[in-house]
């Protein structure tokens, strides 16, 4: 059974709020400490909250001191490379999701249409169509003359090049025939019984 999605939102029972931080927490020291494992990375946590007057640290005080030296190091293009904050974290969410729903408008008015295209087709009036419809329905029919005639064209192409293949084989049986109709053909092939045949040919 899935776990059930959860919101995300504030919480506002205290409560509640405390219990999924303490939970929270716990999981996130767990998946770094299985990252660094299984990658064999260096990294810490450092969490600050109004439930204890100390931050809570992973791996140890000294561990966190040690990957914060290392951090220090780097040059400071490198450590502002891939960072954000929340506000940038959430825009560049914001801006995905924005694209993601553009796309999947884009293909529903296109099933859409062409839901109304095949309709046509059987008969079923145009009545009740907007201009913004109409126009889209023109694109879509256009669309699809366009693939369809790039499909007979494609039929007619492979059509052509079967058909010359074809004619292509019958010539090498005919130019046989006429070559035995030759009289030196037929010598060569047919010679006298006292004939030498490598003499008659020169050998």
């Known amino acids: 059974m899935t776990r059930k999605k959860v919101k995300l939102a504030y919480i506002t029972n205290d409560s509640a709020r405390r219990a999924t931080f303490k939970k929270r927490q716990k999981g996130l020291m767990k998946n770094v400490s299985e990252l ?3 990658c064999d990375i260096d990294a810490c946590v450092i969490i600050y ?3 204890d007057s100390q931050p809570e640290v992973w791996p140890s005080p000294l561990g966190v001191h040690r990957v914060l030296e290392q951090f220090k190091t780097m040059p400071e293009m490198e450590q502002s490379k891939k960072m954000v904050n929340q506000e940038t974290f959430l825009r560049q969410r914001i801006a995905k999701t924005q694209e993601q729903l553009k796309k999947q408008k884009k293909e529903n008015r296109e099933k859409e249409i062409t839901h109304v295209m095949f309709q046509s087709l059987t008969g079923k009036s145009l009545q009740g169509l907007t201009l913004t419809d109409l126009n889209d329905l ?10 369809i005639h790039a499909r007979i064209k494609s039929i007619k192409e492979e059509a052509l090049k079967t058909q010359n293949e074809v004619e292509e084989a019958k010539v090498v049986p005919r130019s046989m025939e006429q070559q ?7 010598d060569i092939m047919n010679p006298p019984p006292d004939c030498n045949i490598w003499g008659f040919l020169g050998m």
């Open 36 to 38: 660094t494992t299984l």
């Open 49 to 51: 909250s109004p439930y």
């Open 138 to 147: 023109g694109w879509t029919i256009d669309q699809h003359l366009k693939g």
């Open 180 to 186: 035995q109709k030759n009289p030196w053909f037929m």
